[in-house]
């Protein structure tokens, strides 16, 4: 399956959310700390989700920091969960990413993952 890069902002819901993920055989790496940058180690995901549902502003950075840097850029950003004004705010600066409510990430992403495939 496919390497997911999951961001959220408390250590136990973040492994709560990431185990659908892996039951249908993703790869999945979480990144849950306010007080570093996400860690690839030169091993880029396939996609990556990020929960607006904690510290939106902060999730929105870490999509800020996949798209400043052109190895990154191509990946696909899905923001999962938030209150609907800061969605808002994710929408208007993420065109091109996806957006689902928290728990629709699984299918958000085979629906992603199918398209590429196609």
């Known amino acids: 399956m496919a390497r997911i890069f999951y961001v959220h902002w408390n250590e136990n ?3 709560e959310r990431i185990a659908p ?3 249908t055989g ?4 979480a990144h849950w700390s306010t007080v570093s940058t ?7 995901p396939d996609a990556v ?3 607006l549902d904690r510290l939106p502003s902060h999730g929105r950075a870490v999509a800020e920091w996949f798209r ?8 696909p950003i899905v923001f999962e969960g ?3 004004d800061k969605v808002a705010v994710a929408r ?27």
């Not at 996400?38 to 880029?44: A, F, I």
């Not at 400043?68 to 990946?75: T, V």
């Not at 208007?92 to 993952?113: H, I, K, N, S």
């Open 13 to 15: 819901e973040a492994l």
């Open 21 to 23: 993920m892996t039951e």
């Open 26 to 29: 993703h790869d999945v790496r």
């Open 38 to 44: 996400p860690s690839l180690k030169g091993d880029l």
């Open 49 to 51: 989700v990020i929960s």
């Open 68 to 75: 400043e840097a052109k190895s990154r850029r191509h990946i």
């Open 82 to 84: 938030g209150k609907s």
């Open 92 to 118: 208007e600066r993420f065109p091109d990413a996806l957006f689902c409510d928290t728990g629709q990430a699984v299918d958000m992403l085979e629906r992603l993952l199918n398209e590429g495939q196609e």
